[in-house]
């Protein structure tokens, strides 16, 4: 069965301080892999996702990702954190045979000044 | 703008009292999904919907049903809720037949269970 692995539940840093997100995902093929946002009482914003293609994506915000294909992974970054970054970061995954969508646990994310 | 509507923002209910929770879209998506994320939970896929094929998770109780009669609309029934159901129920829908899609999320139905 398919699942979605976010090691760590809580991460804290700096403000101005680089930020990496660890996802691993497992599934017998490339599935479709996002990153969402949530703020506290707010709903699900996405980030930026993966299809196909060039393995580094973009997002909004400054964020980025990179597929990596041998170690199953998603991992979510961004060069300097901003204060307005606490939140909560789901991964997730789109599976193709029958449009199931499954998200991380969650990392919880706190900026400190 | 189009939109995934997700009525009411909160909705508080007695313990074993069926309870409706309403989702609309404006996107003239032909999937639409339900999740329930308890706090500091992940959101858990309860069942979607592919045009009128309706999708159980096998780990969704018998408790929670689902109906889709057309394709703007789709609630979420709770038949008897108990104390654990208490939750933000999420309604999202999918631009695409493929789990590739991008995900349109509502704001979420609040569910208090008293």
């Known amino acids: 069965a398919q699942s979605v692995t976010q090691p760590d539940i809580h991460i804290t840093v700096s403000e101005g301080a680089s930020l990496e997100l660890r996802c691993n995902y497992s599934?017998?093929?490339?599935?479709?892999l996002f990153w969402y946002v949530q703020s506290p009482g707010q709903g699900l914003q996405l980030l930026l996702k993966?299809?196909?293609?060039?393995?580094l994506v973009q997002g909004i915000k400054g964020f980025e990702a990179e597929f990596k294909r041998s170690q199953s992974s998603f991992n979510l970054r961004k060069p300097s954190v901003h204060w307005s970054d606490a939140a909560e970061y789901f991964c997730?995954?789109?599976?193709?045979?029958?449009?199931?969508?499954?998200f991380g646990t969650g990392t919880s994310l706190t900026v400190i000044p | 703008d189009a939109m995934v509507i997700q009525n009411p923002r909160y909705q508080v209910t007695q313990f074993g009292k069926p309870v409706t929770l309403s989702c609309s879209q404006t996107?003239?998506?032909?999937?639409m999904y339900w999740y329930q994320q308890k706090s500091s939970q992940a959101p858990k896929l309860l069942f979607h919907?592919?045009?009128?094929?309706?999708?159980n998770e096998a780990d969704t109780p018998d408790n929670f049903q689902s109906r889709r009669p057309n394709t703007s609309f789709c609630f979420l029934d709770i038949r008897s809720p108990g104390l654990g159901d208490a939750a933000m129920y999420l309604c999202?829908?999918?631009?695409?037949?493929?789990?590739?899609?991008?995900?349109?999320f509502g704001p979420g139905t609040r569910l208090t269970v008293t």
């Open positions: 599934y017998g093929a490339t599935p479709y």
């Open positions: 996107l003239n998506h032909n999937v």
């Open positions: 993966y299809f196909s293609g060039d393995t």
């Open positions: 999202a829908t999918s631009s695409l037949g493929t789990s590739g899609g991008r995900k349109y």
């Open positions: 997730a995954v789109g599976v193709d045979t029958g449009n199931q969508f499954y």
């Open positions: 919907y592919y045009d009128k094929d309706f999708n």
